[in-house]
């Protein structure tokens, strides 16, 4: 019985040998995930020593390729660790480690949002090219300000403004959120609250920031509490005006992912851009004879699909789906199976390359999608 199962289990691992490759993404993902497990920075003997075994077991693979499997999770497993280690390596974001009571900070707004944990109507803007007391800062800050003043702001103006500054805090306990380190892998290096405003200065925005801020302004305003909220969610990716007790509710029903902006809706998007000019175009016999529509409807899916990511502030799980539906758009053009594994690793392997922040590899989200694809 144990030859039997030996047998069948070393049939179906050599019928497989040509999808082996596709096992590098999964050694990356639990790369990274280690190195985010430790609790000390590993010493540069550690890199030296997964980049020497992961070059040997690429190279044992021209001897015995039968031990191929194990090469590509061990080697995908050392570049995983090495890649993130090093990028966490050369993070020089400078972090708060006091409090100062009152200084004068002049920052460019990065992003505004609603402050996701409080009712009194605060914002959370992010600050970048800082200067405390006319002295530059090399990291961004989060300045919270009241809702009067957030209305009359824009993505990209300076301001300037008399402020506290406090550390972000270390994890109140011992398997508790690391704030700080999230923060310091986003180049956040502290946290600050307005005592007065006292300038303004206005810049001409980047095209795609100022209409996502405007576009999420408009759906607050023109549709009622919370759809408006819902809508800003669902189309721009800002979640951080729905209420706390909303949010609650759609988590506790499991309807919690459907807020997030992912492969779901950036595949509606390119499904019915798809199907809606097919069809169109069939309607004009002359065009339809002369081109392929399905292909001509694919380009213009994935191009719509990228009008809807950069509106929703390129996020990992929006990422990660273009790849997946360019991918699938390519493989239409080409008159290749537009599903297999084979589009799955290569999207995987992407998405490893175009995240290239270390903050969006530490994050679960980008933990979970990666697994899915895996």
């Known amino acids: ?46 890199y030296f020593s997964l980049f020497f075994l992961g070059a040997i077991a690429i190279l044992y693979t021209y001897k015995n390729p039968n031990f191929g499997l194990i090469a590509y999770l061990i080697a995908g497993f050392c570049v995983g660790f090495c890649i993130i280690g090093m990028q966490v390596h050369f993070n020089v974001t400078q972090m708060f480690n006091a409090t100062q009571e ?9 992003s505004i949002e609603n402050h996701p944990y409080k009712n009194d109507g605060t914002y959370r803007i992010i600050l970048d090219q800082v200067k405390i007391n006319d002295v530059a800062y090399s990291a961004k800050l989060r300045l919270n300000i009241p809702a009067e003043l957030a209305q009359e702001l824009q993505i990209h103006d300076q301001i300037n403004v008399m402020a506290s500054i406090y550390p972000i805090p270390m994890p109140s306990s011992l398997h508790g959120y690391f704030a700080r380190r999230a923060a310091y892998l986003q180049g956040i290096g502290g946290t600050a609250r307005m005592n007065d405003f006292l300038s303004q200065r206005s810049f001409e925005a980047k095209p795609f920031a100022q209409c996502r801020h405007a576009l999420t302004q408009n759906l607050l305003l023109h549709l009622k509490e919370p759809y408006g909220a819902i809508a800003s969610a669902l189309v721009t990716g800002d979640r951080s005006y729905i209420p706390h007790k909303l949010r609650q ?44 529509v399905k292909k001509v409807a694919a380009c213009l899916a994935v191009i719509a699909s990228m009008f809807y990511m950069a509106v929703a502030n390129f996020g990992i799980p929006v990422q990660r789906s273009f790849i997946m539906i360019t991918l699938a ?33 530490q994050a679960s989200s980008f933990h979970l999608q990666q697994c899915l694809d895996c």
């Open 102 to 110: 009152s200084a004068v900070i002049i920052g460019r707004i990065q």
């Open 1 to 46: 019985m144990l030859k039997n199962i030996s047998s069948r289990f070393l049939s179906t691992y050599f019928s497989e040998q040509t999808r082996w490759v596709h096992w590098i993404p999964v050694g990356l993902i639990f790369g990274i995930g280690t190195y985010f497990t430790l609790s000390n920075e590993p010493g540069f003997f550690t």
């Open 329 to 361: 758009m390519l493989a239409v053009c080409l008159d290749r199976t537009a599903f297999s594994m084979r589009s799955l690793a290569l999207a995987a392997l992407l998405s490893f390359y175009s995240l290239q922040k270390v903050y969006y590899q």
């Open 249 to 292: 509710a759609f988590a506790d029903a499991g309807l919690a992912h459907v807020l997030a902006i992912s492969g779901l809706h950036l595949s509606l998007v390119a499904g019915l851009v798809f199907l809606l000019l097919r069809r169109l175009m069939c309607l004009w016999p002359a065009f339809s004879m002369a081109f392929s």
